[in-house]
């Protein structure tokens, strides 16, 4: 596919926020190799955080991490990391890859960022974690999936979050679909900017 980059006198910024598993990843590696983006995955740099402090890389480590640094330096700490490496690039067409939070969310609008939310049904999202082989992932049982699910729901208020989805795609097709429903989403995306 050829890659095809956004044109456009100023800055696109848009935020990929999901469920687990749903593909945000996926929506994020074609958003970067063929529509050039300029990505920040969130998550890669909680998991740094945790490797400088020398905890194995767990759903739960990483959702204790996040939690400790936005105790300590207040909840926009990893958004606004994000953000600020994002703009430092220089580049025009940036992606804020795995808003967890509604702070996340806030911040991320509040910088002019259009929020893609990626879903899919539960069976097919414990699919796709087993199967991704994800460090810190491999061994994930059924019930090991829902109760990380559940507390990082708690614990990140997920559901007020999605309250600030600017589109919402379901990811239960193949790989295909979701990239032709990203698009969708950008060509609306760029005429409303």
Known sequence: MKKRVIKKGKRIMIGLLGTIGSGKTAAG????????????????????????????????????????????????????????????????????????????????????????????KPSLRYERIVSRGREGEEKTTLADFKEDEAREWKLLNFKETLKYADYKLLNNGNIKQLYSKIDKALEKILKNA
């Open 29 to 120: 590696d074609y958003l970067e190799a063929k529509r050039g983006f300029y990505r920040v995955i969130m998550g890669n740099l909680v998991r740094e955080v945790a490797r400088k402090e020398g905890l194995e890389i767990t759903r739960e480590n990483l959702q204790k991490i996040q939690k400790k640094y936005r105790d300590k330096y207040g909840q926009e700490y990893f958004i606004k990391l994000t953000i600020k490496k994002l703009k430092e690039s220089g580049k025009k067409n940036l992606l804020i890859d795995g808003i967890r939070t509604p702070t996340d969310a806030r911040v991320a609008k509040e910088n002019w960022a259009v929020l893609i939310l990626i879903d899919a």
